[in-house]
């Protein structure tokens, strides 16, 4: 079964600082037409960086739009045309204050591809060395060291809920287990 459904048109019905939408007409595969929103966004990264002590690296923050602080991964958003590990090693340093001596590429993920077009290109940082802090002006936010078997249980519990840092936690957590 043919699955593809073909853009028709585009208009875009609101231009913001960080994201775009657009209204597309499209033809379904059986040949009917329906309206599809979508959300523009550059996309972003999102850095698993473990120390030496085998410690997660999260930053606990207030997500406006969730109206609670949440505990996640350091990321951050591309710039148009950024590559990827550019970005990695910007939002690692200025979220967390470190700097690492080598990023490891885990992967790509959809946060919600039924609405929104980014992805989120996930690395692990290896051989931290802290450098110092440069957070963006309206950005505030702390830094917590936790070590990975606590993430994976806050995960499984339900206390951590940003999907980012569930995939990435789960992944990390995997690959360390097929090491050993």
């Keep these: 079964m043919e699955l593809t459904e073909k853009t028709r048109s585009q208009k875009r019905v609101f231009t913001g600082r960080l994201i775009h939408v657009r209204h597309d007409e499209v033809i379904l595969p059986d040949g009917t037409e329906t309206i599809r929103e979508v959300v523009e966004h ?12 085998n410690e997660l690296l999260l930053v606990d923050q207030f997500r406006y739009a969730q109206q609670r602080i949440m505990r996640e991964v350091p990321a951050g958003k591309r710039e148009r045309g950024e590559d990827p590990l550019v ?3 910007r939002e690692l340093q ?6 690492a001596e080598e990023f490891v590429f885990l992967g790509e993920m959809v946060p919600t591809g039924a609405y929104l077009e980014e992805t989120i290109q996930m690395y692990w940082a290896k051989g931290l060395t802290f450098v110092g802090t440069h957070l963006d002006e309206d950005e505030f936010l702390n830094c917590v060291k936790v070590p990975l078997k606590e993430v994976v249980d806050q995960v ?7 999907g980012k840092t569930i ?14």
Aim: net charge negative; aromatic share 2%.
């Design 94 to 99: 200025e979220e967390t204050g470190y700097q």
């Design 42 to 53: 550059p996309g972003g990264v999102a850095i698993a960086a473990l120390t030496d002590q």
């Design 87 to 89: 970005t990695a090693k």
């Design 167 to 180: 995939a990435m936690t789960l992944k990390l957590q995997a690959m360390l287990e097929e090491e050993q």
């Design 156 to 162: 499984m519990r339900g206390e951590i809920i940003d």
